[in-house]
């Protein structure tokens, strides 16, 4: 790929509270790390980490500070997907590579978290560009590269009962999914992005970013009950987790007696009611 970009790194879950998220993520299988918060922001996380991207849940336990806006977003749209982190080996060379392809990309950002360790507390770092709005509100796509990856990755963390490994794809609703073909071929390459039925699908590493219509949606989500009050597109609608045995997967969610759905192409599709708002798939890691 192009740009140094070498996958998704995270997805961002908005929640109205950390802790109950945390339980409802536990009770799908998932292993989260202990609690993050962002210094100087009265925002906090658990992520669900596995080997080359993870999911981040996000809340608000300190609401008299900054939030970065998650205040407002929570208000206005809602519990679920708030954005996406694509993934840079070199943040100083993607920087230089989008600026020269016209891409025009934030100035690098440093960013840092406090880590709640029982040994201690660490501070993870990172470093961030903020891309244009193509698909996305500015502040939902974004690329990060980590300076201490391990201090966020360990083995037990990376270990999910429900044999959780990655994050397969997002789907995003937009009004003209073809209208965004020339930004991401540009962003992630021509041969990483095609455009089927009206749907727009883009290869990010060994992940990818669905961008669909929501008149189209049916395509993707065979008998998907749409509320009619749909939110203001663009919306980051859903997610689907490769697992290394989906038939394990299942036997998993029984046992938990975890409402789910068994879709047409065999994804186990939970009840949004149990993951904050986001429409998750699980499916078979390729």
């Not at 998220?21 to 790390?33: C, I, V």
């Not at 020339?182 to 060994?206: A, K, P």
């Amino acid at each position: 790929m192009p740009h140094n970009i070498v996958g998704i790194d995270h997805s961002l879950i908005g929640v109205n509270d950390l802790e109950d998220a945390k339980l409802r993520f536990q009770s799908l299988g998932f292993t989260l790390t202990p609690r993050g918060a962002h210094i100087g922001w009265g925002t906090a996380n658990y992520c669900i980490m596995f080997e080359k991207d993870y999911i981040e849940l996000l809340g608000i336990i300190n609401p008299g500070i900054e939030t970065n806006g998650l205040d407002i977003a929570l208000k206005e749209r809602g519990e679920g997907l708030l954005g996406l982190a694509l993934a840079s080996d070199d943040p100083e060379q993607t920087h230089a590579s989008l600026s020269s392809a016209g891409l025009d990309p934030s100035d690098l950002l440093q960013l840092k978290r406090k880590l709640e360790l029982p040994d201690g507390d660490v501070v993870p770092e990172f470093k961030l560009i903020r891309l244009q709005p193509f698909g996305l509100t500015e502040k939902q796509l974004f690329i990060c590269h980590h300076l201490t990856p391990h201090l966020i990755r360990n083995d037990q963390w990376m270990r999910h009962a429900n044999g959780a490994t990655g994050i397969a794809s997002m789907v995003i609703v937009v009004d003209d999914p073809a209208a965004l073909a020339s930004y991401y071929r540009n962003l992630c390459g021509h041969i990483n992005v095609t455009m089927t039925d009206d749907t727009l699908n883009v290869r990010v590493g060994e992940g990818a970013l669905i961008f669909v219509n929501d008149k189209d949606l049916d395509m993707l989500f065979p008998g998907l009950y749409l509320p009619s009050d749909f939110p203001a597109l663009p919306y980051m609608m859903a997610m689907s987790i490769a697992v290394k045995d989906l038939a394990a997967t299942q036997s998993y969610l029984d046992t938990q007696r975890i409402t789910y759905q068994v879709i047409a192409n065999g994804a186990l599709r939970v009840n949004q009611a149990d993951t904050t708002g986001v429409l998750l798939e699980f499916v078979q890691e390729r």
